[in-house]
């Protein structure tokens, strides 16, 4: 008998082949199948008479097939399905192409529908291309809101609905775990019922009652999850940190730059934290190069003069090398309490220690800031009185990993996520409920705006030759493209082959860099190094170069395939850019023609703002596209829509009101699915 747990195997149709291609959309058990939820819905549920067809109107129309046959087309390179369908009004045509089975589907006689758009003119219609189905009591395919799902190859629409119309009926096994009470106090539909009309609603008005059950419940959880965690934290103690005015007055003024109203307010809000009781948990969102490692390492100096330590991990060994020299340029620190931990190196102050000794020396506390990648992490490690953790890009870590670092360190310290991915503040609600934000939404002044412009593909000549003068002149460029797969059917630059034509062609007499994902991570530090050094003139990468390296020296971002990223992760590219008195330049080339996605393109060339070009991939994409957001821990949103915020601060009054009038243990459906949504503990 199949059960929610059956493999898609057991489907009568999915042989080994179909289950492989559909495990690549994440769907591997009937369950997955019932929450793989439609984008949108093909409104095909208005019935018409063949006799009152229009051009151009969407219909559906329910007739017998007078005749079916395949032939080919004169030139022989298609093979065309031609049909003749007649109500009691009349009769029409529909042609179909390179789908010879159609023939064998229906056949003379057979009742049918026939959804989709009416083509032709005033003297002559018929269908192209239309859905079509046997008459019976459950439409899936026509005459219906037909359900559309994001595909893989190999995998249709028709499938997808034929599959999960065989098991809609196994929604009823789907456990409720929203208590009742909560459910009529928010008047929410029942899970069930939810689910199965989302597939297949009756009617728009049903589709969008299961809509808003559905968005409540992934809108919910988090809430849920942030209320529980906040809770928890003020029961946990944290050092605190007196703020020590004079010396930090004095660390600011010795600055080689003065602060920006927003530095000043994130770590004025991130001070006031830490001198709290209880452990801080606050995530530092600010675009990259508006400055937030040194808004962290106030944070630090005051956490250092209160005689606690400093955790600050780095994603890359680059960038905690990186931190490690910005930190010893600060005249604040004491340069010889400051360590470095990474693969290859142990330094406190200027001395390379052997990793013995070097986390002996740590646990004395020998160190006061100890700045480090991974290899922060490991057995070894052990610290001697942590005050504070400071995690750059956080994203880029998993869950496990911050776990770790926070049992290495003593009981609840503060807790500081830098992370230059713009997310909009009603996102931010809804998936890091756990957390404060500080933004920090201006750039310094004096940071030159980088010229942006959409490359035509007639004028890429024109763009290598401006480059080839950028590197004459002792500039270095940045080429991203989108995939490292030669064989890219969608005709996708692939790294590779950019690489060859431009170290090959283009550029033979220039040395050329390469890093993609499917490098050693000591290979891609190693090209990292030879591009910061500048012994590399031009580095073509995939979208791994994004996170935070610092050379100033690239005057120029080259994007290849820009229709594939959305606005902000396009936005972070050209952040690696006009990080120096040199004016700075973004090329942006598409291979797609589409009005559609030139236009979207288009608003990087006017907009410099991070947060507004979140906002606009939020309402042109989803949640789900926007970059970081899945590796941020939480890729739980399939179907709330983030543009309005009336359902997310609902659910967030509902998760508090909940937890304040019942005992989540008493709710073991609602524990369960709790623990099960896969959220990262932002602290740990
Ligand atoms: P990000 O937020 O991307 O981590 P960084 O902290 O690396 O940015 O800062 C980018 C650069 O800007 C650094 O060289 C830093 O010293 C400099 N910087 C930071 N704040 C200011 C400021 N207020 N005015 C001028 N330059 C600044
Ligand atoms: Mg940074």
Redesign the pocket.
Known sequence: MLTLNSPVSELERVGRVLSGKLKKIGIETIEDLIFYYPFRYEDYSRLGLIAELRAGEVVTIRGRVNLIKNSRSPRKRKNITEAIVEDDSGQIKAVWFNQPWIARNIRAGDEIYLSGKVAGDLFNIYFNSPNYERVSTFAANTARLVPVYSLTEGVTNKQLRFLIKAVINLTDQIVDYLPEPLKSAEKLADLNWAVKTIHFPADKDSLSKAKRRLSFDELFFPQLWAQLIRRKLKNKQAPIIRFQQKKTQQFIANLS????ED?KKAAWQIITDIGKPEPMNRLLN?D???????VAALAAFNVVLNGYQVVFMAPTEILARQHFL?LRRWSGFNKSKLALITRSQHLIGDNNLTKKNFWSEIKNGRAEIIIGTHALIQPEADFSRVGLVVVDEQHRFGVQQRQVLKEKSTSGPHFLS?S?TPIPRTLALAAYGDLDISVIRQL?K?RKKVITKIVPPDKRQLAYEFIRKQIDGGRQVFVVCPLIDLSDRLGVRSVNSEFEKLDKEIFPDLSIGLIHGRLKSSEKDRAMADFSAGRIKLLVSTAVVEV?V?VPNASVMMIEGAERFGLAQLHQFRGRVG?SQYQSYCFIFSDSASQESLARLNMLTNCYDGFSLAQKDLALRGAGKIYGLEQSGFSGFKIADFSDPVLISQARSAAQKFLNDYKLKDFPALNWRLANYGFVDHLE
């Not at 990259?288 to 040194?294: D, E, I, M, P, Y």
């Open positions: 730059f003065t602060l920006t530095q600010g990259v190069g508006s400055g937030k490692t040194v910005t830098l230059a310094p004096e935070g610092d990080r």
